[in-house]
């Protein structure tokens, strides 16, 4: 009898060993536990941007436009920056909105703090300084964007000039009734203003210019009109349909 007491007190106070794979050394901070997909999203964008080299040429997308540049994605998880000071000498700052699609060049590249610094690739072929466009010469432009007010027009200029809705030709309500992005126009120069970098065209005097010669020349076959002259004519014959509802 008193041996059986004396094993089962021996088995209440034997000690319980811990699995070596459980134990830890006192006072050993426990790792935190990272998802492996985690880890692979982060090794992925790292490396992303280490990949961008300066001089790079990549498309990406403006995300937002503030008064010191232009904030473009171009899908390595962190927007670069181009400066203003890019976006004038590309002749945009004063176009270039939210949603754009451009063409960037990597300048610098900060993996660490995850900055990247853009510029805008200027072409081979230099612009144009404003300070030797001459107002009322005749150019050859090609429309790049429509507003509810204009087109914006590259004539090979440091800026795009704009032309005013009111400019394009009468009972015309918006640019999209007659010109539609890539067409290629003649307009003459307005105005240019150095200090604000403006360029101002019209299209009115020209328009009126190539009846006078058309009828001049009176020629017997018949005028086959162009585009243009079409999609005038039908904004003319739907303001007048528009006023006559009125009366």
Do not use: C, W
């Not at 790079?56 to 400066?83: N, Y």
């Amino acid at each position: 009898m008193q041996d059986e007491v004396s094993t089962a007190v021996q088995a209440q106070v034997q000690p319980t060993v811990e699995p070596p794979e459980a134990a830890s050394t006192a006072g050993e901070a426990v790792p935190e536990t990272v998802s492996k997909s985690e880890t692979t999203e982060k090794e992925k964008q790292r490396l992303t941007l280490e990949a961008l080299k300066p001089g790079m040429q990549v498309k990406g997308k403006v995300r937002s436009v503030v008064e010191f540049g232009a904030f473009v994605d171009i899908g390595v998880g962190r927007d670069g920056l181009v400066h203003v000071s890019s976006l004038k000498k590309a002749g945009v700052d004063k176009t270039i909105k939210v949603g754009d699609e451009i063409e960037v060049a990597v300048r610098r590249v900060d993996p660490e703090e995850h900055r990247i610094s853009l510029i805008i690739p200027l072409p081979k072929e230099a612009k144009i300084p404003l300070r030797e466009l001459r107002v009322g010469s005749v150019v050859t432009g090609k429309v790049v964007r429509l507003v509810d007010f204009g087109a914006f027009v590259d004539i090979g200029a440091q800026v795009d000039a704009l032309l005013h809705v009111s400019q394009i030709g009468g009972y015309v309500n918006h640019p999209s009734q007659v010109l539609k992005v890539g067409d290629e126009i003649r307009v003459r120069i307005n105005e240019v203003d150095v200090r604000k970098r403006r360029v101002s065209l019209t299209m009115r005097d020209l328009e009126e210019g190539a009846k006078e010669a058309a009828s001049e020349k009176a020629k017997p076959e018949e005028h086959i009109p162009t585009a243009f002259e079409v999609a005038l004519e039908k904004a003319r014959l739907e303001s007048r349909r528009r006023r006559t509802k009125r009366l």
